[in-house]
């Protein structure tokens, strides 16, 4: 007998004909075979999923390349790379719910410009192994809200809007940030609300403008 181990398989891969799939309740463990991620949103759009599993990927769980994607509802735990990966390139985008990203080698979650995140709502990132949410240069609102961002060996959120004059790309509300070994946030011009930022090196890093005169 051998045990399962990362590795043990490639990828599931979801194209543009996978646009109409419900993938719900399904477990996607020991993959990411020769650097390649375990679960690959590829030109797809509209799909669901949710209610999912990934865990222990030889790389990346998750990975969304030139893509539309809703991830609700999924743990993605104890991966050699990053928990979820969005692919640099203006097509690839991201809504994020009611999920979990854990304990994975590098970032729980990493948006590599020109990628857009639209949505951070009601997650528990924490134990990852470098920054807990990187957003790079993101040019469309984002919404990061209720979630739990903590223990993370970098900041604990990252997010950098590409256009800092506008108060309305950014707002981060009601989150609790805690005992990240950064700064708890690190972000260009945002609205910052009702926030517990406890334990970290830095509370709050601010690159960019403050804020604009009138305002």
Known sequence: YTPPAPGDWYYVIFRSTSGASVVRHCQFKYGGRDGQQAVYFQQNSGMVFSNNLVRKSMAHGIMVYLASAIIDSTTVDSCAYSGIWVYPNAASSLALKNSKLLNNAQYGLYVQDPAKLSLLSNCDISRNGNIGVYVQNNSVPLSVIGNTI??????????????DAQDTLLLIAGNKIRNNTVAGI?????????DSITGNRYAIGVVGQLSLNGT
């Open 150 to 163: 903590s223990n993370n060996a970098g900041h604990g959120l990252y997010v950098i809007s590409r256009d």
């Open 186 to 194: 690190y972000s260009s011009r945002a609205h910052v609300v009702d």
